[in-house]
């Protein structure tokens, strides 16, 4: 069963994340993240390492306050009911070491139900426009594969908001279509490594080569 709680302050909504595998968390699973290898994430979700908090860094605080414009700018330019509740956090009890919130769902036409993420670009070097043009990225696809899995939703929509070095801005959406067999395999992965959290036992490091 698939069910949404909304959590009373983003404090508590921090907290309750901290207790499963959220999609921020699915790419470094899989040794597919940017940002830390699974060794540093397993560390974080065992307590035996903290965090480090970045909520306060420009680009993170840039990102927080642009989502809801972009959010509008969908609702508005869209054929899609677009729905969006704060502090939200979804579960369901075929994954129970997972959560996952969302930026905004969606309700198509033909009454298909969708997520809605939000991601903004720092256009600073050349090429990164290249990785875009060829999809969206690794990293971002597990995340959404993250949520389409918790949701049991047919479609994600990523929406990212490009922001070039002179300030000028583009917005584009990406369509991504329900895969089982990636889900499947998703989920394998995040149960064993949620497995190795519990019992404490350190993962095999996986490198993002």
């Known amino acids: 069963m698939v069910k949404i709680i909304t959590l009373n302050s983003r404090d508590e909504w921090l907290e309750e994340r901290k207790k499963r ?6 790419a470094a699973v899989l040794g597919k993240s940017p940002h830390m290898t699974n060794a540093e994430l397993w560390e974080i979700k065992t307590g035996t390492k903290e965090q480090k908090d970045i909520s306060q860094e420009p680009y993170v605080q840039y990102g927080t306050e642009a989502e809801k414009y972009v959010r509008g700018l969908f609702d508005l330019s869209s054929d899609y009911i677009v729905k969006y509740e704060p502090n939200n956090l979804w579960l369901n009890d075929k994954y129970p070491f997972a959560h996952a919130s969302l930026d905004g769902w969606l309700i198509s036409k033909v009454g298909k139900w969708g997520v809605w993420e939000c991601k903004t670009v720092n256009v600073v070097r050349s090429g990164q426009m290249q990785e875009w043009k060829e999809g969206v990225p690794t990293h971002y696809y597990i995340q959404c594969l993250h949520h ?5 939703f047919s479609f994600c929509v990523l929406t990212a908001l490009f922001r070039f070095r002179d300030d000028s801005l583009r917005m584009q ?3 991504i279509e329900r895969n089982e067999g990636d889900i499947e395999y998703l989920a394998q992965k995040e149960k064993e490594f949620y497995e190795c959290v519990k019992k404490g036992k350190r993962p095999n490091l996986i490198l993002n080569l």
């Open 21 to 26: 595998i959220g999609s921020s968390d699915a």
């Open 148 to 152: 389409l899995m918790v949701t049991e």
């Open 173 to 175: 959406s990406y369509m």
